[in-house]
């Protein structure tokens, strides 16, 4: 953002794109383990509206100095809202409620291609050879982790209803992060943030009535509660604001092929935590992913 370096963290943003690919990898396995507490579209809401309230107080000062800008740039802040907070996450709970860790994980890995694709059609730079060789290097990590080291495994997968819901989700955060190039450049890291909240949580309220009015329901444990601590928190406030000042610092193409390190990061959460065995396979995925990362920034 012209002008405005001082107020970004001090940190590299390829360690920003790794730690919001982090964050979110805790977002997808704390998604599946919560499916039967929380309705999809209920957990999307509550998310955010945790992370407007966490926002509100930190942001309120730059939110007001910039509001003339808001007003004059709604025309790319509500598309902005709607893509990637609005559409993504609540599109990817409905699909895990259908489908298995593997086939999201897999479809998720599409969104950097999908970046590359959509990118030249938005007005983005057209991807260089070497970008393109990065993530089609880091793919081939992702496909060594969720096939378990046998490509024949590929031919078995199916697509089901919720696969189609996580690759909407995936055309979704592709298109916004194409377009975070396009956000208005005088308004503060912060705000931008919790304003796309505001506009997301606006998009998903009628969503959450239907599903409500439809007889799903919360079912309150501490659990739950802890998931929304996190996925409100870290998975939204920590994470987006690391993700979107990495963009802005390296480029939409660039920044891509790190969301393929979401899968490792995946697949050594539910080691550690689900107490899932680590194979060689996912040693061999996870140097290719990093590879590929190298290669592509």
């Known amino acids: 953002m012209p002008g405005s370096h001082h107020r970004h963290l ?7 794109l790794a730690l919001a690919q982090l964050l979110w990898a805790g977002n997808f396995v704390l998604g ?3 499916a039967a507490h929380v309705p999809p579209v209920a957990l999307s809401f509550l998310r955010w509206s945790v ?6 107080p930190l942001s309120w000062r730059e939110l007001r100095r910039g509001w003339p800008v808001v007003r004059r740039s709604l025309g790319i802040l509500v598309p902005l ?41 938005l007005g983005a730079p057209r991807p260089g050879a070497r970008q393109a060789l990065g993530i089609a290097t880091s793919l081939l990590g992702v496909l060594a982790i969720v096939t378990r080291g ?10 089901n209803p919720g696969d189609l819901w996580v690759l909407g ?20 890291p912060m705000a931008l943030l919790t304003v796309l909240v505001m506009i997301g949580l606006l ?10 009015w439809g007889g799903a329901r919360v079912a309150w444990d501490g659990a739950t509660a802890a998931t929304l601590g996190y996925v409100g928190l870290m998975a939204s406030v920590v994470a987006y604001a690391a993700w979107n000042q990495g963009v802005a610092e390296l480029g939409s193409a660039r920044a891509g092929a790190f969301i393929h390190l979401l899968p490792v ?8 935590l689900l107490g899932e065995s680590f194979h060689a396979f996912h040693a061999v995925g996870i140097g290719l992913v990093l590879l590929g990362v190298r290669v592509a920034g």
């Open 32 to 34: 599946r383990a919560v």
């Open 265 to 272: 990061f995946a697949s050594l959460l539910a080691a550690v």
């Open 169 to 188: 989700a995936v055309l979704s955060w592709a298109i916004y992060t194409v377009l975070l190039a396009r956000r208005p450049a005088g308004l503060h």
């Open 10 to 16: 001090p940190v590299h943003p390829a360690l920003l």
């Open 51 to 56: 992370a407007l309230l966490v926002l509100l």
């Open 81 to 121: 809202g709607i893509l990637g907070v609005g559409n993504f996450n609540t599109l990817v709970y409905v699909g895990l409620h259908q489908t298995t860790a593997t086939n999201a994980a897999l479809l998720n890995s599409a969104c950097p291609a999908s970046i590359l694709a959509v990118g030249p059609l």
């Open 150 to 159: 046998e490509p024949a495994a590929l031919l078995a997968l199916r697509l």
């Open 203 to 212: 998009w998903i309220a009628p969503f959450a009535a239907a599903e409500a």
